[in-house]
């Protein structure tokens, strides 16, 4: 059965935390094993942590989290996590995800790598004064 | 995060999570603390450490940055295996040393001291 959880946060640091446990417990009421969450927390926390930074220059504006399950066409369980902001869009997407890529001091450019290597896969569509949107999808290993 | 002395090296165990949210005020807080003691190298104890992110490796890998210009050592001790793994695919795990305990840590950095002192 598909479930889908909606979260809409204000862009402050406080609130990365908030995203990550409200899919962290979303993906564990859906069988998710507590090594996977562990991934996920990370990949949502550098997805949300990306649009606090960098969305808003000039204040805070909204960002949303959204986290749907549903089985694909083989019957194995996975976890679709979308996170996104209305905010100023990425320039070069290339140059983003990038790793050792960074704007701000004391900032390792990792965001992107960790969350290519902690979901199966990941998806960035950005639009300058639009916005942008990450999609990021984790597969069930347990059913 | 609790702040210990010991000769010539501050032990921060840290606690909780270090993320956006907290970065910031680690940074801060060690900076100063660093500052205030005039302890040269730095110990930071992970074993309390249950979540940490690219920002909070940025924050871990600044700290060694300020110490290591001061001409100090900042080694890591009980590294938890998830945050190991972290580490390593930031490439961080050959550049910041690590010990198992405080203890190890600290026996690293007296030798270094002695090793080092003049004749």
């Known amino acids: 059965m598909k479930n889908e959880m909606r979260l809409t946060l204000v862009s402050i640091p406080s609130n990365v935390a908030v995203a990550r446990i409200a899919v962290a417990t979303f993906a564990a009421s859906q069988g998710f094993s507590v090594a996977e969450i562990e991934e996920i927390k990370v990949a949502v926390s550098e997805a949300v942590s990306n649009s606090v930074l960098h969305a808003y220059p000039d204040g805070t504006g909204e960002v949303t989290v959204r986290a749907i399950h549903e089985e694909n066409e083989s019957g194995r369980g996975e976890l679709v996590v979308e996170v996104m902001d209305h905010g100023t869009g990425i320039g070069d997407i290339a140059k983003a995800k990038e790793p050792g890529y960074s704007t701000i001091p004391e900032h390792m450019g990792l965001g992107f790598s960790f969350m290519e290597s902690f979901m199966d896969s990941l998806f960035l569509e950005s639009q300058p004064e639009k916005g942008t949107l990450v999609r990021m999808v984790k597969r069930q290993c347990r059913q | ?119």
């Open chain 2, 1 to 119: 995060m609790s702040f210990h002395r010991s000769p010539s090296c501050l032990i921060v165990r840290m606690s909780g999570e270090l993320d956006l949210s907290s970065a910031g005020v680690f940074r801060d807080k060690v900076d100063e603390e660093l500052r205030r003691t005039g302890a040269p190298n730095l110990i930071l104890n992970l074993e309390g450490l249950d979540f940490v992110d690219s920002t909070g490796l940025g924050a871990i890998f600044g700290r060694h940055r300020q110490v290591t210009l001061g001409g100090g050592k900042m080694i890591l001790t009980a590294v938890p295996p998830k945050v190991q793994s972290m580490l390593e695919m930031a490439g961080l795990a050959s550049v910041l040393p690590s010990e198992r305990t405080d203890r190890d840590a600290l026996r690293v950095i007296g030798s270094a001291l002695q090793g080092g002192a003049p004749r």
